[in-house]
């Protein structure tokens, strides 16, 4: 396991089931790009590639770490902060093992 492996594994979320902060804008776009960035810069593997045509992306923003990376390397992404009070908990410091 890599170093931000290892990182990832201690975050916590406050997971908002009523509101997906991150969206595919048009999945006929996704359909069609052969580049697919988003599947490998992601850092926490919120975007996985589906067999369904119609949703060629399966988007797991429960694990989203708020990078905003998304945003930045695909335009047919909607990226939001999530909501007040949901999310990934950011702590400051090191947790205790």
């Excluded at 201690?10 to 988003?38: G, P, R, S, T």
């Amino acid at each position: 396991m890599n170093k931000i492996d290892d990182r990832l594994k201690f975050l916590h979320y406050q997971i908002d089931e009523d509101w997906q902060h991150v969206i595919v804008i048009d999945e006929a776009i996704c359909q069609n790009c052969h580049n697919k960035q988003c599947l490998t810069f992601c850092p926490s593997g919120v975007f996985r590639e589906n067999k369904e045509k119609k949703q060629p992306l399966l988007i797991l923003y429960k694990q989203c770490i708020e990078c905003g990376g998304c945003r930045l390397i695909c335009n047919n992404i909607d990226f939001s902060y999530p909501k007040g009070g949901y999310g990934v908990l950011f702590m400051e410091g090191e947790e205790q093992l």
